[in-house]
């Protein structure tokens, strides 16, 4: 149990263009959401962190307009990068966990961004 | 804000070898704490997690210690195998659920 799903887990696209990342928790219900972003051999920096049915909260120095999250129901949330540009090519993790504050992260496959 | 090291960044080692990963960390006032593999180009797999109430943890070959008063925890990988060969990434959670990663150290287990 405790399967996270991403999709897609690659995607290129020009500078200038939106786009979405999915993360399902695929056999639990997620109380709580995490994206975080992943440079080439750097650690996994935490963007924000979100709840079902509320607004995300954004680490300090994260864009909010630039990095929009939705976490609309307890299995999907979703991350868009909006007008994406060169450096915001990365590698992007998503976790899940039921309680939020007391339980297990349990994370997803990442998705390789390329913003040509 | 709370900040990881992991030693060494890079290890390699032959098959069968007994190793000792580090990780140490700023803020002692943690909830619990997690040892993560990443393969390149993967997600994270968990491979342990210490409450911050205990001492050590073990799963299989691997065995992960806590000293939470001094900020440090060790993974031990005893008899190792090539399969083992990846990215080890320690997190220390904070009480807002919140996971501070180390940038992890590159294991190579030589055949």
């Known amino acids: 149990g405790a399967v996270v799903s991403q999709h897609p887990s690659r995607v290129i696209c020009k500078s200038g263009t939106s786009v979405k990342i999915e993360c399902r928790s695929l056999d639990f219900q997620a109380t709580t959401m995490f994206w975080y972003r992943q440079f080439p051999k750097k650690s996994l920096m935490l963007m924000a962190t979100?709840?079902?049915?509320?607004?995300?909260?954004?680490e300090q120095g994260v864009e909010k307009d630039k990095f929009l999250i939705n976490h609309a129901s307890l299995t999907l949330s979703t991350l868009t990068v909006t007008s994406a540009h060169p450096e915001d090519s990365s590698f992007y993790i998503c976790s899940a966990s039921r309680q939020g504050l007391t339980d297990t992260q349990y994370f997803g496959p990442g998705t390789r961004l390329t913003v040509l | 804000k709370q900040e990881v090291t992991q030693i060494p960044a890079a290890l390699s080692v032959p098959e069968g070898e007994n190793l000792v990963l580090n990780c140490s960390f700023t803020?002692?006032?943690?909830?619990?704490l997690q040892w993560f593999r990443q393969d390149p180009g993967k997600g994270l797999t968990s491979l342990l997690l210490?409450?911050?109430?205990?001492r050590e943890q073990t799963s299989g070959r691997l065995n992960a210690s806590l000293d939470k008063s001094s900020g440090r925890s060790t993974l031990y990988i005893a008899a190792s195998q090539p399969g083992d060969s990846a990215t080890y990434l320690c997190?220390?959670?904070?009480?807002?659920?919140?996971?501070?990663f180390g940038t992890g150290t590159r294991l190579t287990v030589i055949p």
């Open positions: 803020d002692s006032a943690i909830y619990n």
């Open positions: 997190a220390p959670r904070g009480g807002a659920n919140n996971l501070f």
């Open positions: 979100s709840n079902e049915g509320s607004k995300a909260t954004y």
């Open positions: 210490i409450q911050s109430s205990q």
